[in-house]
């Protein structure tokens, strides 16, 4: 390997790992309504998109610190969480899934039209979320022989962080406190949940709310990578390949599977051609599922007739 394709390789590896972080994290809110409530949510993108540009809309125009955006946007997020849950999911308690599945499509649709009815097309720069902690270029990697070294800004950096402070909050939350192990615990048999004395309205406000939260983190993420605008639900899409490669029903999985997504799409873009990018994730995903069909770390689920 020359040194040129060792700068190469690292830079794709680094620029593999924050990317790997966000789809990750994105996976993460999606797994979290899968174990709970056993559906899959297709408006995920669109509460990230929402959480963004309130978080946007609460710097810029109404100048808040971002030690109080941030909070006040979380709040914001958990109230709209706990009204849909309510008003639209809470009636579906005990309906088939795919009637659950159907609202949630139509729920991104609404929320994608009253977003962009609110602060309309028009891409919007994120102001600075993180201090200047550290100043200059950010990590920087030389190689010899190599004059442009490999590096990372810190702001992805302190994304990176954020994501694995998150990974292991939801790790502890659903192995260690009572109500992860009640929200695992509904997912896989309500009627059993409901005799067991477990409330599942509660337990699905609980899921949802965290869920809205943790889209709301990972819009922030692809803002901050990006900029605010009504594409930032589309980044989700790549977070279906992640889930079903890890497992549907795995954190594990959803992290691990973010990373390997993200790093092969980094080194066969980069060395191979850049489009392909948007086909490895199926490619990958396809020779997997063929000798693991529940995915990497993925529940086996055997039916007996």
């Not at 509460?47 to 971002?66: E, H, S």
């Not at 390949?241 to 029903?249: A, E, K, Q, Y």
Request: aromatic share 8%.
């Amino acid at each position: 390997m020359s040194p040129n394709d060792l700068r190469l390789f690292i830079q794709f590896t680094m620029t593999g790992i924050s990317e790997g972080a966000l789809l990750a994290l994105i996976a993460l809110g999606l797994v979290l309504i899968y174990k709970s409530t056993d559906v899959l949510n297709f408006a995920h993108g669109e509460f990230m998109l929402l959480g963004a540009f309130i978080t946007w809309d609460l710097m810029v125009n109404y100048q808040l610190p971002v030690l109080l955006a941030l909070p006040l946007a979380g709040a914001i997020m958990i109230l709209v969480a706990i009204a849909v849950e309510r008003l639209m999911l809470r009636p579906l308690i005990g309906k088939p899934v795919i009637s659950i599945i159907m609202v949630t499509i139509g729920m991104s649709s609404v929320i994608h039209a009253i977003v962009g009815a609110i602060w309309g097309p028009k891409r919007q720069v994120l102001p600075q979320l993180f201090p200047e902690i550290l100043e200059g270029p950010g990590l920087r990697i030389f190689v010899e022989g190599v004059r442009r070294p490999a590096q990372m800004s810190y702001e992805r950096i302190y994304w990176v962080l954020v994501a694995i402070v998150l990974v292991l909050l939801f790790v502890l939350f659903f192995r260690r406190s009572r109500q992860g192990i009640a929200m695992r615990a509904t997912a896989d048999d309500q009627q059993a949940a409901m005799s067991m004395g477990i409330s599942i309205q509660r337990i699905f406000a609980i899921t949802w709310s965290v869920a809205a939260l943790t889209a709301g983190v990972s819009g922030l993420m692809v803002a901050d990578f990006d900029t605010v605008s009504t594409s930032i639900n589309e980044v989700v899409l790549r977070a279906f390949p992640v889930i079903i490669l890890g497992g549907l029903d795995s954190i594990a999985g959803a992290i691990i599977g973010g990373m390997i997504i993200a790093l092969t799409e980094q080194y066969v873009s980069g060395f191979i051609d850049p489009s392909l990018k948007n086909v490895v994730p199926y490619l990958v995903l396809l020779l997997v599922l063929m000798a693991r069909p529940y995915g990497l770390f993925g529940e086996k689920i055997i039916e007996r007739v």
